[in-house]
């Protein structure tokens, strides 16, 4: 049995669920899904939980060889990279990161597709580390195609996400016509590009805002007209304004 403080998750909106449960029971709630990977880690990134499917995916045969351990010694470079990058996002923002689709290239065994979400876990308000749930896709080789074409659409998303949206240029970065995009995405990531892209937007403002640059400026990195605009989508998200927002994190900091 692994020994894990009990933690508080964060729900939808950021804020820390009003019950809490050890770790090491939600982890055992995942191993009776094939292709679901759950696991923690704690604010260094070394595995503190892992199920079934996360032992496998690491190419491992027991827990014991993950916990403790850090994603450097079982997936390549550029994979750890963005892993690490991902998870220490969600700790210093407090805000959970969804729908995120790569191509996982591990040390043992053949790559795969997973679509992964990362939580913050909340202790007395503050991150102390964080908790992943991936699932692996189908690796039939002609769902090959759709997942790189879907991952080259999302590269465009994240790369011109200030632009003026164009399903058109989309569908040209991806190869593809835009009806087999559109059913690419919401098959896969259960949402439109527009949703998608709304989300990524939103990520980006929450980062601008932790940075401290002025709300203005980040409506308009966002690709919104002005500033009223991006505040009114802001509040509807989250219940606060940018400046409620700021101040709430500076506070808690």
Known sequence: MLHLATARLPSADGRESASELPLEAIESFFDPLPGACFF????SLHFTAANAATVQLCGVRDRAEVIGRSVRDFFSEPTRERYERAELRAMRTGRPGTNRLDQCVRLRGRPVWLLLNHWPIL????????????????SADHRQVIYERLSAALDYLHANFGAAFSYRELAVSAGVSLSQLQRDFVQVLGQTPRAYLTGVRFETALDMLEEKKPVVEVAHACGYADQSAFTRRFRSAIGAS????????????
């Open 40 to 43: 923690s880690k704690d604010a």
């Open 123 to 138: 202790r007395g308000g503050k991150s102390t580390g964080v908790v992943t749930i991936a699932r692996s896709l189908d």
């Open 242 to 253: 940018p400046m409620q927002y700021t101040r709430a994190r500076q506070i808690a900091r």
